[in-house]
């Protein structure tokens, strides 16, 4: 048996705040609009970047890691990566996955809040808003070229 | 001649009225007043009713109530028989003459309506110096044909709603009958010309009935003028629709100026609709591309960090050649399979084959992690290029987004303004005034390419009838023995072209006179002096008012101008007819609005200098800006009130204050 995990987990009590983004349309599960994954990224990408991270207490399984992609094992290794600092952490897929959940189990709350935060319809607004603000502050030609 | 005296008895709402016009100024100007209801229209319907037997404004309501007077049905005893009567009474030069109309009705109290007896009707001529001279109902009928004949009595009592609509229908026949009638040419036209028409037929016959050949031609020669009557009757009539059409037309268009056009504002809206549906639905479909877009945005932008550090990571495990280059081992293994790159298909020299062997080489003793960097270095590097083209995606399709935005505001703007403009009119009543008008049009344009065939039709008939006259003429001239009969049929022919040119002549004078006296009449009457340039009557006997640029302007004038145009038309008939018979007008300003009406006041005071002028009015219409005008002038002016029980006319004399 291998013990690559067969699937990734939240925290149980963030299942009604992933419930709650169905509010927004950009979010919205229902309908397949976004698939838990997508929403899992999102939550991940909040806690990254807000560098905040925290210990599941109860684990409910999301969404199974077949479900990734060549480009969602990437990202989930460049996490890993960046977070440890070392290349060693690639061999350890549990603990990629365990670093990508503690992530998102933060950063769900952080997306939760801001969705929250303004007003009816503008969610989209503030969502353009950050997302120029960070690009601005990238510098994406060092590595990319 | 005017109008001295009238008296209703029992007729209608009048159970036992007198009304005298007397002229007491320079203008001989009298007016009645009343409500709607009091019996103003059925006063002209009684004068109509005393001189020609007909009531032609009866309203409906009258029209289901008997003649005879209510309560005096009611007042009758069971088998009396009750008079109706109207007296109106004449005078020119102290000669005075009355016409009397007498209906007798017996009441039945089981049936519902009286029944009618008999009718009577009888003038009497009377002056001072001289006896009473009584008319039986032929005499009184010729008698009166001689101060207003029924045909052109139209002229003379009419409503102002009619003063109105006198240029909408096609008038040129009744114009062209009036002007028989007046011109009294009618003994031409109706006697003696068929009779002409009817001896050159029966000579011709007489004629061919001693020459086969003669016969021959003869019967042609009738066929070929019976079918030339119908013919022009059919040309008649096609002219008559045509000027239908055409009225009908200039009616539209008046209706419809200053009107939008419905259809085209209705087509507009449905397009605009159709283009806000459309608009909608792309600012929807890019607002979901956008909102894709966004998203997967803002989970790039914010790993961003991480993404750059891993490759950077990457780049330096191999400069330190601690992980191989990035190249496929499948490739790899193929181009040395082939001795030829598989990319750039050169030949690969011992060199590169050394080179290639080496790269497959280190990539397959790399470690599991050499690898896992390999394969996260391309997807993040796609990631970090889709950010950077999503961004400049996401400026492009807000732009689109605002413009569409900016469009569909412009669309629901023109919306609002057309819902505004369709609210604001009458949309049932214009869009049937535009098919209306479009049917005319139709019609108008069929009728004139019927015409265009007829008269094809007329002109080679002609000919035919001219060369058929020639053969027998040719014939004639053969026949020795018939040198009488030839003479009769020459001279028959002479008088009917004789007494045709004469009718046609006097047609003509008759036209121009009250052409002549209507523009007189109009320019002195009108205040605006300067809009008009001519009126002309047609050669189909239409009137048609010439503006100063030059252009027909019948159908876009004023109200209260067609009416004046329409009371010079009349006023010029009765000075041609040399008929001085009064004029009496019921709701003559109905149509009019409030600037004119002082106008019009002052026409009537002019009018009335040499004419006898009845007015009947409502009060509303009888406004300030009419009355300054009128009652410094005026001679009776009465009042009709109707009775408690509103089924009886009750008179008031109002003297000048």
Redesign the interface.
Known sequence: MSDVPDRLNIDKKDRDLYNKLDQE???RFKGGK?TRK?QF??A???G??NNVSKPLNAKEGWFLTKDLN??D???L???A???TKS??V??RKSEVFKIAEEYAHAGIRLLFDLMNSVQFGSF?KR??L???N??NK?S?N???E | MRIDNIRLLNYRQFRDVEISFTSQKKHDLHLIIGKNGSGKTNFLNALNWCLYGDEPHLSIQSKLLPLLNLNAISSAEEGADINVEVEVRFVKEQVYICFVRKAIFKIFKSEDFPVHQSTEFEATISAEDMNSKILNEEEAKIQLERFIPSGIRDYFFFDGERLDNYFKEAKGQNIRDAIITISQIELLESKIEPRLDDILKELRRAAGRMNPKLDNTTQLLEEAKDRYKNLKKEIQGCHKEIAISKKGMENCDRNLKGVPDIERIEQELHQLRADKKHTKEFIKEYIGK??NI??D?????????????????V?E?RINKEIPPPASPVLLESSLKNNQCTICARELDSNAKNHVEEMLQEIKLSS??AN??I??E????????R??HN?KE?HEL?RSIDSKEKELDKIEERMDQIEKILKQCNVENVRKWFEQRKGYEEEHGKKQRQLGVLEERQKKLQEKIAELENEFNEEMKKEVKNKELSKQINFCKKSLEIVTKTKEVIMHETKKKIESKTKDLFFELIWKKETFADIEISDDFDINLIHFMGYSCLGSISAAERELLALSFTLALHDVSGFESPIIIDTPVARVSDENRENLGKVFSNVSKDKQTILLFTPSEYSDDISKEIERIRSNKYVFNLSAAENEVVLKEEKYV
């Open positions: 349309e950009i979010l976004r997508e990224l999102l991940l990408s909040f990254l970047k060549e480009e094992k990437a990202i290794n460049s996490i990566l960046y977070n290349v060693e690639l061999n989209n969502l353009e950050d997302v120029i960070n690009f990238l994406l060092d590595v990319n | 956008k909102a966004l998203f945005s803002s989970i790039c932008v914010q790993l961003a960090p991480s993404f750059q550090y891993s490759l950077q990571v780049k495990k599991e992690i896992q960097l394969n996260i391309y997807p993040l590097k796609n990631c970090l290029d950010l950077k961004l996401l807000t």
